[in-house]
Structures are given as C-alpha cells and as structure tokens.
Nanobody, 120 residues
Framework: VQLQASGGGLVQPGGSLKLSCTVS????????IGWIRQAPGKQREGVGC??????TYFEDGMKDRFTITRANANTIALHISGVKSEDTAVYYC????????????????WGQGTLVTVSS
C-alpha cells in the first residue's frame, strides 16, 4: 500500500495550486481518501476527504477555498484557490474512515507529504 502526495512548491498569495495523491496497492473504490496538513510548529489538521462515491467533506473553514476531485483511476486531487500564508504546510494524503461527516486516517495508510510554501 502506497500513497504519494505531490505538486507542492512555492506559490504567491492569492494564487492557486493543485496537489495530487497517487495510490498503489489498493483501489480508490475501496477507501475514501483524505487530505491532512501540518503547518510549521502546529499540530496536524484535517482539510477534507472524498468518499468512494465522490462525496466530499471538509473541516470547518476549509470548504470555501478547497476542492477535492478524483483525477483518474488512482489519483485524487486537492485544489486550493486564493492561497494564504496560513496555507503554508506539509500536505499529506491518507486512506480514511468517514463517520458523521468527519474523517479519521487509517493507520498504515499515510503517504509522504508535499510541502506548500505561500510567499511573495
């Protein structure tokens, strides 16, 4: 089982960014995929997730600027618009469990993160 986040880099405030999560060893039809981020010096926080039927859930405050889509058979995309300095973080993807509109990463189903830096 592997998940690999990619697409991070330097982006100017107000810009847009697309991150990708490519999975192998399991099907996107098997588990929902979530995005989690960790800003420097802060705890990890959930961004949102997409279920196997394409339903998306977002943590409070994330819905307006974040979109999650299924790009192809083994890739989930996270689109960020109007990026802000507080979006600077390492972004991870993980297979998750969903309950009550919240999602919980599965142990052993994390990928390496990709760093997003928002700066002018």
């Amino acid at each position: 089982v592997q998940l690999q986040a990619s697409g991070g880099g330097l982006v100017q405030p107000g810009g847009s960014l697309k991150l990708s999560c490519t999975v192998s060893g399991f099907s996107l039809d098997s588990y929902p995929i979530g995005w989690i981020r960790q800003a420097p010096g802060k705890q990890r926080e959930g961004v949102g997730c997409i279920t196997t039927d394409g339903t998306t859930y977002f943590e409070d405050g994330m819905k307006d600027r974040f979109t999650i889509t299924r790009a192809n058979a083994n890739t989930i995309a996270l689109h960020i618009s109007g990026v802000k300095s507080e979006d600077t973080a390492v972004y991870y993807c993980a297979a998750v469990d969903v309950a009550g509109g919240r999602f919980y990463p599965k142990a052993g189903y994390w990928g390496q993160g990709t760093l997003v830096t928002v700066s002018s």
